[in-house]
């Protein structure tokens, strides 16, 4: 069973960078994995921020950005802000189906 | 501008078949892909599947043997039909829509919260 790893939570002060991961147990990330990041709020749907690796959706706001990261897909947000505080889930896809990431919590502290 | 409206039975007794509905509203209903995604309370996001414009569907292997996605081009509308559940079933559905060039899930539904219980 296909498992794709993310931290479970960070912490970032305000104003600061932080780059969130995402792997597989398959081995490396690579393009042909298509990742997808998500933000969710609690009591809140899931928003698109980054698909494909590193394209942004028009709503996406410029400090989010995606790319690929030695073995992994990484989000990298910068400029954090307290209302970043949030979930977020990578989804890499294997051909016949997408896999969700376990979620990182974002701390802003 | 595109939004997704979901409805369905919010509580089931095991054993009985899950069923939800989507409908789109602005943008075009063909060309896209049509998701379905699950959220147990407190926990992650599972993939359930998807349809795409042509009808061929996919499902999560661990899903496949319950799961049935369709879509009603005449509506704008696509469905989920999950059989035999359980408690473990118990989750907030949404519906979503993607797009080619690894688009998976750009708009989502407002979910639905499906209740398993005896």
């Known amino acids: 069973q296909t498992v794709v790893t993310q931290e479970p939570s960070l912490t970032v002060s305000p104003g600061g960078t932080v780059t969130l991961t995402c792997a597989s147990s398959t081995g490396a990330v690579t393009s042909s994995y298509y990742p997808n990041w998500f933000q969710q709020k609690p009591g809140q749907a899931p928003r698109a921020l980054i698909y494909s690796t590193s394209n942004k959706h028009s709503w996406t706001p410029a400090q989010f950005s995606g790319s690929l990261l030695g073995d992994k897909a990484a989000l990298t947000l910068s400029g954090v802000q307290p209302e970043d505080e949030a979930e977020y889930y990578c989804l890499l896809y294997y051909g016949g189906a997408w896999v969700f990431g376990g979620g990182t919590k974002l701390i802003v502290l | 501008q595109v939004q997704l409206s979901q409805w369905g039975a919010g509580l089931l007794k095991p054993s009985e078949t899950l069923s939800l509905t989507c409908a789109v509203y602005g943008g075009s209903f063909s060309g896209h892909y049509w998701s379905w995604i699950r959220q147990p309370p407190g926990k992650g996001l599972e993939w359930i599947g998807e349809i795409n414009h042509s009808g061929g569907t996919k499902y999560n292997p661990s899903l496949k043997s319950r799961v049935t996605i369709s879509v009603d081009t005449s509506k704008n509308q696509f469905s989920l039909k999950m059989s035999s559940v359980t408690a473990a079933d118990t989750a907030v559905y949404y519906c979503?829509?993607?797009?080619?060039?690894?688009?998976?899930?750009?708009?989502w539904g407002q979910g639905t919260l499906v209740t398993v219980s005896s």
């Open positions: 979503a829509r993607g797009d080619d060039g690894g688009n998976s899930a750009g708009y």
